[in-house]
Every structure is written in structure tokens, then in C-alpha cells.
């Protein structure tokens, strides 16, 4: 903005107040009050925009804690299981190490040409 646009903008809301029976003096006092305060509150270290993103992070780091809960649940759980049961144990092993028990039939399945 100009000069000329910010002087005719306060100019514009120091009249409604003066009608209200308030001086020139103190309206304009009053509106560089509450500029002050904007230009101090709004943004900075402390503003209400950084506490705005803040407390956007706050919310994305409580969600991801609930995630990272359950997913500590289940691993828990399965860590019981892998020291208690032997039947949890062995069916691992046979998943990720494709190992066979004794007496199992292996079937192999060829690719067809197409």
C-alpha cells in the first residue's frame, strides 16, 4: 500500500468512531493500539500463526503416536508368541525361509507358453 491509501484507511475508521462521540486524538490512538497489537501478535516466534502450526503438528504427531501404539501392540503380541509357541515358530520359519517338513509333497508348477 501507498502512504496516501494507509492515511485515507485510517482516516476512513477514525470518522465512525469520532460520530460515536470519541476525539480524533484518542480514535487514532485506539486504532494504533490495535495495529500495534496485530503486528506484534500475528506472526513471529510466539504469533498466532506460528501457534496455528504448531498445533497442526501437534495433531499429525498425536495421529502418528496412535499408529506407531498399535503397531507396537501387535509386535509385542507377536514377540509373545514367537517365545511361547512352538507350533507360531515353526510355521514362521516354514513362511520366510521356505523350508519344507518331513513328509510334505513339494509340487512345482511349470510355466505354459502362451
Known amino acids: 500500500m501507498r502512504k496516501s491509501q494507509i492515511s485515507d484507511t485510517i482516516r476512513s475508521l477514525v470518522e465512525p468512531l469520532s460520530t460515536m462521540g470519541m476525539s480524533r486524538a484518542a480514535s487514532y490512538a485506539l486504532i494504533m493500539v490495535v495495529?500495534?497489537?496485530?503486528?506484534?501478535?500475528?506472526?513471529?516466534?510466539?504469533?498466532?500463526?506460528?501457534?496455528?502450526?504448531?498445533?497442526?503438528?501437534?495433531?499429525?504427531?498425536?495421529?502418528?503416536?496412535?499408529?506407531?501404539?498399535?503397531?507396537?501392540?501387535?509386535?509385542?503380541?507377536?514377540?509373545?508368541?514367537?517365545?511361547?509357541?512352538?507350533?507360531?515358530?515353526?510355521?514362521?520359519?516354514?513362511?520366510?525361509?521356505n523350508l519344507v517338513k518331513p513328509g510334505d509333497i513339494i509340487v512345482v508348477f511349470k510355466k505354459g507358453k502362451k
Open 35 to 97: 495495529l500495534l497489537l496485530l503486528i506484534f501478535t500475528v506472526p513471529g516466534e510466539k504469533g498466532l500463526i506460528r501457534s496455528y502450526q504448531l498445533n497442526q503438528e501437534l495433531k499429525d504427531l498425536q495421529g502418528q503416536n496412535v499408529v506407531l501404539l498399535k503397531k507396537n501392540q501387535v509386535l509385542a503380541q507377536e514377540a509373545l508368541m514367537l517365545k511361547e509357541n512352538l507350533a507360531y515358530i515353526e510355521h514362521v520359519i516354514i513362511q520366510e525361509m
